[in-house]
Each structure stands twice: as C-alpha cells, then as structure tokens.
C-alpha cells in the first residue's frame, strides 16, 4: 500500500469522495481503484464480422459471436461492455434474447439462467461509427483508413466485450471493405474472398487468447514490405502508406533483428506473424498481439535526436520498434492480471528494448538508454509520488509514467545485477514459460525470480514496486592513520536522506589503492538511514567510489564536510561491458 502521507488528490475527483472526504472519513482519499473482476462469466472466443461503408466513414453492418464460459450460479444477466453503436438485435443460443444497452453495457438476459461451466454464443449485430477505440480517419497521404486502437479499454467501443486486460480470449475477424483496400488484423489470413458488389472479405484469425486491448484490424491503402532476408522466426511484414514505401525497408530495419534477440533470449514467438503498420494511434506505438501500429510520424525525422550507427536511423525509432516487439512477449503473451501490475508490460518492454539496444547497438548506447531512463523516472517523482504497483489511481492513461516504463525497466536491471545474469534470465524465461498466453502478478514475477536464484527477494520487491521513492544517498568517507603508518582506517558513511524508508539494497563500492590495476570491490549493506563501515587497510586508498557500475536507481551527493576526502561518482565511465552479455 502507498504512504498515507502521499494523498492522491486525484482519487478525490468524484463527488462522492468529496463529500465523504469533508465529512472527516478521509480514508477513503485511498480507496482502492475498482477494476472489473471476471467472476460471473468470461469470454473465449469471439468472432468479430465488420462490413465497411465505401468511404470507411462507418462501419455499416457488424456481428460479434461470442462464446462465453459461464462461471457462476443463476447467472440472469450477461454483462457485456459495450459503446453507443446502435444494436440491432442479440441472441443467445440462436434464440433472440432481450437486452438493455446503458451506460457502457449491453446487458443480455439469460433465460433461463444457465449453470456453471456451460458455454453459450451470444450473437450481437449492430452498426454505426464507434465513439472511440476504432479510429476512421484520413492516412497520411490522404486516403480513408480504419485502424483499432484500445489501450487501455476501449475495443468495448466497437466490440461488445468483457474489456479488462485480463480476459484474454481468441478472436477471429472478417473485415469486408471495398476491394482498393488491404486489411490486416490479428493472427493468420486464413481466407480472402471477392464479392460480386465489388467488396472483398478479409478473415484472420488469432487462434491464442490475447488481451482486449490488442484486438485491431487495419485498413487502407498499404503499400506492403518484407525484409529483404525473410525471417525465420514468423513471417514479418510492413504496412506503410504508399508515399513512405521507400523508407520501410530502413526505418523497420531493427524490426528483424528485435524479433530473432526476442526469440532467442525469452522463448519462442507468440503469435502467427508479426505485421508492423504505420497507421493511427494516439501513441507512438501500439503492441497490438501480431500487428503493431505506429502513428504516421513515425519516420519523420527529428531534430537534436541522433542516429544509432549500425541501423542509420534516429535512436528512437529503433527503441519503439524494439520496445513494441519486446511487448508481444511481455504484455501480449504474458498480460498482467490487473492495472497495478502494468510494470509487467512496460518496464519489460523499456527494459528489453533497452537490452537490445546493448546487443545491437554498443554498450555505451545502453549505458545512456539507462542514464535517460533514471533520469525520466527523477523527473516524473518530482511530480508524483507513489508506488510502481499503483491500485488507486482512477485515470488508467495516467498509468502511463515514470513508474511503470522507466523505474519498472530499473527494477529489472537492479535484479539483473543482484542475481546475475544467468540467474535472471533463467527466472525471465521460466516466467515467461508459465505464463505464457495467460496473465501473470508481480507476485508471480517475484517467485519466478525466487525460484532461479535461491534468494528471497521479499524485501527487495517490498521496498522497489509496493512502495514509493528511490534513495537519494549522501556518501563519504574518512581515513584515519593508525599507530603504524601507512596502516590505517577507512571509514565509509552512507546517509540516505529520502523523505520515505530507507533502502537497504547492498550497494556496491570501489575502493581504488595506489598503483593497483584493479579496484577492491565490497558491498555496503544499509541497516537504516545511515550507515557506517570500518576497514583496516594497508595505506591510504587514492579514490572510493560508490556504485561504479551505476546498478541501483538512485542519486547521489557528497556529504558536506569540507576536510574529508569525498567521492561521489553517480555513473561509471568505464567501457568494460555491464553483466554479461545475454
Ligand atoms: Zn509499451
């Protein structure tokens, strides 16, 4: 849980709280987020039909199959989250059932009431142009194109469905648009028909249950690419408006080498290909399971952002194509099971991409990748501070932060260096392993970790995801001469002077002697807020330096004490590699 010092101001939006609020109940300042539980019923499979009108200004005809798994007793109303689009009937079982829409629901009634673990189809036919969640917009070079784009729970907009991460279902589309344009969704094109109005029928089907939130189709008038060197992992294809059809090859150019570093490093790719489209969505990636979307200014250049050699593109387009490839493993395949695990998903892709570009790019690259990543989480708790696994926050966009993307991808290098590499990617690829095309916790991650490297990582996982903050250290350190010159005393001192509790991670430190090759190193393990450790040493040492290898999330100041020997060296400069290579 948060501190109760750090009252989310936002949780108090709603009238309700306020009220309660000034009638001295404050606690409820930290009620917990209510997210939608899969206890009554869950979807299995749907099957999505959409006939597009010739503009693509609306969808003009649409079915939705699902097949539901009934979980309780006297199950009367089936609860679908569903838009605005008008609907045109429902019925369950082949049988017209009667149904209520309201309120971002269609509520179907059963009856009579079916019994637990009986599975029902329930068809719905509607039509019209979705509020949100499927964008019917004009492409870059000026043509209609009709793209999905859901995070966090917006298909409910346009597919009526159980929309909460976890309620991963298979899905299959049949997308009827007029016979100009090419369609992509999910999964494998299984069929393609042309029909005698000039229209043509796309089927894809995605036969591994997958998050709500990655279900899409796409289209419009693609021009479309393969690598030159087909991959061998999954098919691997790029959608680009006809215009940027000569900058694909290029600028997808860490698409094929992401997917093989994926495969190779975590366990075999999820799904039945990988398309990467550049459409509309109001990210700048979009991880949809199988068919990724980026926004259309993906290969626009920017200024003041430099190239990473080797791939002759901007930095950031080769770490969101490596993040939203990494994001079919973790997020896609392996979904968190609720919003306050979302690190699960973003900082495994933060971090992999990141690892990627230490593979493929340098290791100074990585090292900077890192900086800015510590850097963007600093900047973001300024503005906020609460834990990683966040249950109170209401806005789920307001998930998108320095807590799950940057300190998440920090999490996970600081567990690479306690546990090693091997260990931590023996606990990665067991993690993944288990729960692969289901949903996993954070508490699922910790195990997994456990597990592969025989530590108990209870307090680490406590103090880095459950709570808030990161330290903030103020080191020195002293030497004292003993009754025996040269032989004397080094004292180090390690003062945390963050707001919250202290950390009590070990903390590497170098202690560099004169004329050596090679420094001591030793661990300082915190016991509070301060610290102090004694060593007897032959002679004076020449430098002390804390965390050379910039393994721990933290800032550093020297200790304000003029006539001691202070170092403080926030990040190394070293060129020896970080861990071994993976
Ligand atoms: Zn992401």
């Not at 999490?411 to 067991?430: I, K, P, S, T, Y």
């Not at 592969?452 to 004292?480: C, I, M």
């Amino acid at each position: 849980m948060g501190n109760p010092r750090n009252i989310n101001w936002r949780c108090l939006r709603r009238p309700f709280f306020i009220a309660l609020f000034f009638l001295g109940l404050a606690t409820v300042a930290f009620a917990e987020r209510r997210e939608r539980l899969i206890d009554k019923w869950r979807p299995l499979h749907y099957q999505v039909s959409l006939a597009f009108n010739p503009e693509l200004t609306e969808v003009a005809r649409a079915e939705t199959k699902i097949t539901i798994l009934v979980l309780k007793e006297s199950l009367g109303i089936l609860d679908l989250d569903f838009g605005e689009m008008p609907v045109d009937g429902v019925s369950v079982g082949g049988a017209p059932a009667a149904f209520e829409q309201k309120d971002g629901r269609l509520n179907v009634t059963l009856t009579p009431a079916p019994r637990p673990n009986e599975r029902l189809l329930v068809t719905v036919t509607y039509h019209g142009k979705p509020a949100n969640g499927l964008a019917l917009t004009n492409d870059k070079d000026h043509q209609p194109s009709a793209t999905g784009d859901n995070w966090p729970d917006r298909v409910h907009h346009w597919i009526p469905s159980l929309d909460h991460l976890s309620a991963k279902a298979s899905v299959t589309f049949n997308v009827t648009a007029p016979a100009q344009h090419l369609v992509v969704a999910n999964g494998q094109l299984s069929a393609q028909r042309a029909n005698p109005d000039g229209t043509r029928t796309w089927t894809y089907t995605e036969s591994k249950p997958i998050p709500p939130y990655c279900m899409i189709v796409a289209v419009g008038r693609f021009a479309v690419m393969t690598p030159l060197l087909p991959s061998k992992v999954a098919p691997l294809t790029y959608y680009v408006p006809p215009s940027e059809r000569g900058l694909a090859r290029r600028g997808f150019g860490a698409a094929p080498p992401s997917l093989n570093y994926l495969t190779r490093l975590v366990g075999p790719f999820p799904y039945e290909k990988l398309a990467h489209i550049v459409g509309a969505t109001r990210f700048g990636g979009m991880e949809n399971s199988g068919a990724i979307v980026y926004s259309s200014t993906l290969f626009n250049p920017r200024e003041n952002e430099p190239l990473y050699p080797g791939f002759g593109v901007r930095r950031g387009l080769v770490e969101v194509i490596a993040h939203e490839t990494a994001h079919q493993w973790f997020g896609d395949s392996v979904t968190p099971a609720t919003w306050a695990d979302l690190w699960l998903s973003e900082g495994f892709a933060t971090y992999f991409a990141g690892l990627f570009v230490q593979q493929h790019v340098s290791e100074q690259a990585f090292r900077e990748f890192m900086r800015r990543s510590a850097e963007t989480y600093f900047k973001y708790e300024q503005t906020r501070r609460a834990p990683i696994h966040d249950r109170e926050t209401e806005d789920l966009f307001k998930l998108l932060n320095g807590n799950n993307y940057q300190k998440g991808a920090w999490v996970l290098h600081m567990l690479r260096a306690q546990l090693r590499d091997a260990a931590f990617f023996r606990g990665v690829r067991a993690y993944y392993a288990k729960h692969q095309h289901a949903t996993a916790t954070t508490e699922d991650l910790r195990v997994a970790f456990e597990r592969a490297s025989g530590k108990n990582l209870r307090d680490f996982f406590q103090r880095w995801v459950y709570e808030s903050g990161h330290p903030q250290y103020q080191f020195s350190w002293t030497w004292e001469m003993g009754s025996a010159p040269p032989r004397g005393t080094l004292a180090l001192t390690l003062k945390q002077t963050q707001e919250n509790e202290p950390f009590l991670t070990p903390v590497p430190v170098d202690i560099v002697m004169p004329g050596a090759t090679q420094p001591r190193r030793l661990m300082l393990t915190p016991t509070g807020r301060e610290t102090m450790l004694k060593l007897p040493l032959a002679s004076r040492p020449s430098a002390v330096q804390i965390d050379p290898r910039n393994t721990i999330l933290k800032e550093v100041s020297a200790e304000p004490q003029a006539e001691k020997k202070v170092a403080a060296i926030p990040h190394s400069t070293g060129s020896t590699p970080l861990f071994f290579a993976p």
